[in-house]
């Protein structure tokens, strides 16, 4: 592919086909990944990839604790839940994906079946868990470099016909994932990516989240007022 169809064509996915994804290629792909920028190049990032019975064995876990009412226990902190604009967004791309996937408002048995699907990964066949070197815990730069390699890794696996998701449910029982993954204690878990061969027939892999404008975001300083940029 060419970058921006990487870019433009990349989606979250989150309903994948059982076949499993070869070793080489992830090795290829978390090689790819690890060419992201970092802080000083501290490079803090690991990377813990699960498949099989060991990843059968976090689902469980993790639906099981979620569903007996076992706080969450995620590593990296959440901070406070999102309000405004932001709380807005996140609505919006629920009701895209309830739209999706025929969820009511009101059907409270589905939309409890989604969660589990978020603390299940999704089902996908693979699961890369990111962590980051504890010795480092508390530096501003480590979570935006591994947000950097996250990003870059999903975009590395859409180029090669693989879809991912980077999501939180899935980590958010820490000790169970911790025991079935091995992680080691010098490590902080920070993020898990569901990845997998995407199911074209799931509806939710059709969604593409809406994104605010250039414009919205972006504020220029020392351009002329042309917007072309020319004189």
Same mark, same amino acid.
């Given at each position: 592919m060419q970058f921006d169809d990487v870019i433009l064509g990349r989606r979250s996915i989150r309903g994948y086909k059982p076949d499993?994804?070869?070793?080489?290629?992830?090795?290829?792909?978390?090689g790819?990944?690890?060419?992201?920028?970092?802080?000083?190049n501290s490079q803090p990032w690991n990377f813990y990839v699960l498949s099989g019975e060991p990843l059968d064995r976090i689902r469980a876990g993790n639906t099981e604790?979620?569903?007996a009412g076992v706080p969450h226990s995620r590593e990296f902190r959440t901070g406070e839940g999102f309000t405004g604009q932001h709380r807005d967004r996140q609505v919006g791309v629920a009701k895209q994906l309830f739209s999706a996937m025929g969820i009511a408002r009101d059907d409270k048995d589905a939309?409890?079946?989604?969660?589990?699907?978020?603390?299940?990964?999704?089902? *996908?066949?693979?699961?890369? =868990?990111?962590t980051y070197d504890r010795v480092?815990?508390?530096?501003?730069?480590?979570?935006f470099?591994?947000? *950097?390699?996250?990003?870059?890794?999903?975009?590395? *696996?859409?180029?090669?016909?693989?879809?991912?998701?980077?999501?939180?449910?899935? =980590?958010?029982?820490?000790?169970?994932?911790r025991e079935h993954a091995g992680i080691a204690d010098d490590q902080v878990i920070m993020k898990s990516i569901a990845l997998g061969w995407p199911d074209d027939s799931f509806p939710a892999n059709a969604v593409v989240s809406e994104r605010k404008s250039v414009a919205e975001a972006t504020v220029f300083v020392g351009f002329d007022a042309d917007p072309a940029g020319q004189a």
């Open positions: 499993p994804v070869p070793r080489a290629l992830i090795e290829e792909i978390i790819l990944a690890m060419r992201a920028p970092s802080s000083m604790r979620n569903l939309r409890q079946d989604w969660v589990l699907r978020g603390f299940r990964q999704f089902d *996908a066949p693979v699961c890369v =868990i990111v480092l815990a508390g530096s501003d730069d480590t979570p470099d591994c947000g *950097a390699v996250a990003t870059t890794l999903v975009n590395a *696996a859409w180029s090669r016909g693989l879809g991912a998701v980077i999501n939180s449910q899935g =980590i958010m029982q820490s000790p169970v994932v």
